[in-house]
């Protein structure tokens, strides 16, 4: 079943165009993530699901309804800001709790709800509390815990992470991923960090310039991008791009079994060898603990490769660098993917 679906839906402010006529479908069930860099058209794509802004074009549907033109309150969906949008005179239960008070649910249902929501997420003890004695991991989670217990169907994030440090983060993303597939939920969220991207998500978004460049698993999107921007783009050290020019790298007399209509030639840092015909000079490297980046020259070309972090590897070194032609992405003029 589809969670949420765009017909051709776009958005524009007089001549600012933020997200270009747009097909999309999220499944049910799914942790959906759009991913891209400031000012892609995530957030803008998010609230066209909300409700919070209405599609210039287009139309939009939840769960097989049109909610194009309809208010969010009549959209079946709960929202997690980026700064959490917590009342601060009020305490834990308080603020889970405000949603369904004022949509007036029965006393009963509400305290059921709010236990069962607080002790899921590890908030029952804190629940007399207030938000400024909570850490930044326990603000996160009342702020869940308050879009949960409103049962909707569909929950979006707002870069919900952004606010904590990167341990706590990593913990978070752990806990967010395992309660996602615990409650089945369909859920949408949005950020610029791709490690968030690539480690809870099972369909990544990615947009560009209001335009959405490739939508696949992350595994896929890692090993098959669809075009050069994904390729730089998805990687934590991005993909290495040669330019090609008569079946050969320029500026080197190296020849590689490029398709006929290739210019650029895509190889991942972890896919080089230090074995092989290529000829390179080590310029620096950046020791990151299990890894060692080996940054260097081929040709007037930088390329990366990512070594043992126990290797050695002194500057203006000389080395001889390979791959094998599986491990070779190729992209034509228009930077698109060739098979």
């Excluded at 060898?273 to 020791?287: K, L, N, P, Q």
């Amino acid at each position: 079943m589809t969670a949420v679906e765009f017909k051709q839906v776009s958005k524009t402010w007089g001549s600012t165009t933020a997200l270009q006529p747009t097909e999309l479908e999220l499944g049910a069930g799914e942790f959906s993530v759009l991913l891209g860099p400031s000012g892609c058209g995530k957030t803008t794509t998010l609230r066209l699901i909300a409700g919070l802004e209405t599609p210039s074009t287009g139309t939009i549907r939840i769960f097989g309804d049109d909610v194009t033109h309809a208010p969010p309150a009549a959209r079946g969906v709960s929202m997690v800001f980026q700064n959490y949008a917590l009342f601060p005179h009020l305490s834990v239960q308080e603020n889970v709790a405000f949603g369904l008070k004022i949509r007036k649910t029965e006393k009963g249902e509400i305290e059921e709800r709010l236990s069962r929501v607080l002790d899921l997420l590890g908030l029952g003890a804190l629940r007399e509390r207030k938000p400024s004695q909570l850490s930044g991991g326990q603000q996160q989670r009342v702020a869940l815990a308050r879009a949960l217990v409103a049962d909707a169907r569909l929950c979006l994030m707002d870069e919900p992470l952004s606010n904590l440090d990167a341990k706590l983060r990593q913990s978070m993303r752990e806990e967010l991923r395992a309660l996602q597939q615990k409650l089945e939920l369909s859920l949408v969220y949005v950020t610029h960090d791709q490690t968030e991207a690539m480690s809870m998500a099972d369909r990544v978004v990615l947009l560009r310039d209001g335009k959405i460049e490739q939508i696949a698993s992350p595994t896929e999107i890692y090993q098959q991008p669809a075009s050069l921007f994904v390729a730089q783009f998805i990687g934590s050290t991005k993909m290495n791009v040669l330019p090609v020019r008569d079946k050969c790298i320029e500026s080197t007399d190296v020849t590689v079994s490029a398709p006929e209509n290739a210019v650029s030639l895509g190889i991942r840092p972890e896919d080089i060898s230090f074995e092989g015909s290529v000829d390179a000079t080590v310029t620096h490297t950046e020791f990151t603990g299990a890894d060692l980046l080996v940054h260097m020259q081929v040709g007037h070309h930088p390329i990366t490769a990512r070594a043992d972090g126990k290797a050695v590897i002194q500057p203006h070194t000389q080395v001889k660098l390979g791959w094998q032609p599986s491990s070779q992405h190729w992209f034509d003029a228009q930077g698109l993917r060739i098979s």
